[in-house]
């Protein structure tokens, strides 16, 4: 009995098979390994207007993850940042030890492991005028030093798409660190991270 059920079904089969016409499209088996489920770039669908398969963002969208920041890249939103912008990251031993870790990746070759703007870069004389974090002119502040990351200044470019603004925190804490170390003051306390 089984082996007639195997037979037919092999006759079966080679029916099935060799009777197909070979100038018209065959069967799919798993379409959509051939068919993909999401719309295809440029693809025409119905879904939005004009047979588009994608639209651009509507204004004012935030992507997820991203903190928007509201000074502007001029000399009045610098100086509105340097006034009121506050440091709201914990002040604790382990923040800035990542800050000092992320300010030795992106700043230390211009900057200086110590801040006083004599970075390796500077030294082979690759780049110019970076000053010491305890200039009295720039007089910097945790609001100033956060405006220059995200948004650059003159030859320094921008640093918001390298890292997040926790981290961006992080690295400011450290920059205030080296300025207070520069200019000779008592190291900050600590604060213990209250849950
Ligand atoms: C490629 C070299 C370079 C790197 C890397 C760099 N900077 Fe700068 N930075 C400069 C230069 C040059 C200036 C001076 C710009 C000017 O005002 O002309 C400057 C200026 C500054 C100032 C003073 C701005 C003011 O208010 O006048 C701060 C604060 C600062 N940088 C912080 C940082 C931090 C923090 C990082 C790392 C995230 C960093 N920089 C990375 C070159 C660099």
């Not at 004389?125 to 010491?132: A, F, R």
Request: with cysteine; proline share 4%; hydrophobic share 30%.
């Amino acid at each position: 009995m089984k082996s007639l059920i195997t037979i037919l079904l092999i006759v079966f089969s080679l029916a099935f098979i060799s009777c197909s016409d070979k100038t018209e499209r065959n069967y799919q088996y798993f379409p959509n390994m051939y068919v993909s489920v999401p719309y295809d770039t440029y693809g025409e669908y119905e879904i939005f207007p004009e047979e588009q398969e994608a639209l651009t963002v509507v204004e004012g969208s935030i992507p997820r993850g991203f903190t928007p920041y509201e000074y502007e890249d001029n000399t009045e939103g610098y100086t509105k940042a340097k006034e009121e912008l506050k440091n709201e990251v914990p002040y604790t031993e382990e923040n800035l030890a990542t800050g000092k870790e992320l300010y030795n990746i992106y700043c230390a070759t211009c900057h200086g492991e110590n801040g006083n703007g004599k970075g390796y870069l500077v030294e082979r004389e690759k780049i110019l005028g970076v000053p010491s974090y305890d200039d009295q002119g720039r007089a910097i502040t945790e609001g100033s030093v956060y405006h220059v990351m995200w948004h650059g200044i003159n030859t320094m470019g921008s640093y918001a798409s390298q890292m997040n603004s926790e981290e961006l925190w992080l690295v400011d804490h450290y920059v205030m660190k080296l300025k207070a170390e520069l200019e000779g003051k008592e190291p900050r306390e600590f604060e213990t991270e209250s849950e």
